[in-house]
């Protein structure tokens, strides 16, 4: 059997564990496309590490490590995209004329939400043989990233759901199963819909709500430097936890208005609190409420919020440029508020929050609504 060769774009904590992980598997060739002059220094001075949370490691070398588009997916099975949301047009424009065109390659996202299907479909539109796929979360957290090094590894999940564009026939949707069961130990179930992904309440909420309720004009830093660095879910303040179940009743709320307009089932789509247990089990001490949730998951443990020093004195403030601003308000909170927006769900924390959130990043440069299409719900899926 040949071996499966698969493309991780993005060397980034979860690009970089993908690495290692797939390495350890004897039929599969691991190509990392980075745009890091490092990373590909350090290919030829060692291998990339993986610290686990057992005190254990694994290693790997990638059998290529380039920064050019081309020699990276040129006999690709499978294309891995784990850059944030906000840079997958960019990816997706610099290796679509390089895909194979004699075999069907897959080509999905980790994780697949911000309507990462409606993107792709649009940018690989002359690729008819590329199967779209998208993996509802990511398989683990991941942290503490010396690039082209190591990487830490926080909590598994213990089921990975992955979706797939709705054009693809069902011969496509098991190969991309197929291909994900020889890449991960964790058992891969096919969603029936992609929107369970892109309803699926994640980052775009969580991020949002604990930011809101920590510097948002309610809360505790609105307008004041942190003391000291903090973690996003073990410091995650009360007032955050609030927020965070109001948004998951409002995409809940939406979730259900999809199902009635568009006839899909969305039972897969939990309420977070739910979602979360269910993903880490054990891992979580106390599931009784999201604040003791967010607090106690081992998972989640020593995640840090993205912070820079306070130009005015000491202390430090939330970085505007971080991924939790251009990745989650402008790519995954802005595709919900469109969608309720739309579908006339009432939603007046998403929106406030969003506003809010949209207000201290100073605007959106750009966001998924660049790719959503405008006759959705209509007759696009």
């Known amino acids: 059997m040949k071996p499966l060769r698969v493309t991780v774009c993005g060397a980034g904590r979860t690009g970089h564990l993908s690495a290692v992980l797939f390495g350890q598997r004897p039929d599969v060739r691991v190509s990392l496309l980075t745009g890091n002059p490092d990373v590909v220094a350090h290919h ?14 694994l290693t790997a070398r990638p059998d290529q490590v380039t920064m050019d588009p081309a020699c990276a997916v040129a006999d690709a099975d499978t294309v891995i995209i784990t850059v944030p949301a906000h840079v997958r047009s960019q990816v997706l424009h610099a290796i679509a004329p390089h895909l194979p065109v004699d075999k069907p390659v897959s080509v999905g996202a980790i994780p697949g939400f911000c309507g990462f299907d409606w993107l792709a479909a649009a940018m690989l539109s002359a690729r008819p043989n590329a199967v779209i796929w998208g993996m509802k979360d990511v398989p683990h957290t991941a942290f503490d990233l010396e690039p082209g090094v190591s990487v830490r590894v926080g909590g598994a999940k213990q089921q990975l759901h ?8 069902a011969s496509a949707r098991q190969r991309v199963r197929a291909q994900l069961a020889m890449l991960y130990d964790a058992p891969v179930a096919l969603l029936d819909d992609y929107l369970e992904i892109t309803l699926t309440p994640g980052n775009p909420i969580m991020h949002s709500s604990v930011l809101y309720g920590l510097i948002g004009p309610y809360g505790q830093w609105h307008n004041r430097p942190f003391a000291a660095p903090l973690c996003w879910w073990t410091d995650c303040p009360e007032l955050g936890a609030y927020f965070l179940e109001r948004c998951d009743e409002e995409n809940q709320a939406l979730c259900n208005a999809v199902q009635q307009r568009l006839g899909v089932d969305l039972s897969s789509v939990k309420p977070l609190r739910q979602e979360i247990v269910e993903a880490y089990g054990a891992q979580i001490r106390d599931s009784r409420t999201m604040l003791s949730v967010l607090r106690t998951n081992q998972a ?16 430090y403030v939330i970085d505007r440029t971080s991924r939790a601003f251009q990745e989650d308000v402008a790519y995954g909170l802005a595709l919900l508020v469109e969608m309720t927006r739309r579908l006339t ?3 007046p924390h998403l929106k406030e929050i969003f506003d809010w959130t949209v207000a201290y990043m100073g605007g959106l440069k750009g966001s998924s609504l660049d790719y959503f299409p405008q006759t959705w719900p209509g007759d696009i899926r």
């Open 44 to 57: 030829g001075a060692g291998e990339i590490s993986a610290h686990l949370p057992d005190g254990s490691t």
């Open 162 to 169: 992955v979706g797939v564009h709705a054009r693809e026939p």
């Open 300 to 315: 989640y443990d020593a995640i840090q919020a993205p912070l820079i020093a306070h130009d005015a004195g000491g202390g």
């Open 345 to 347: 769900v009432k939603a």
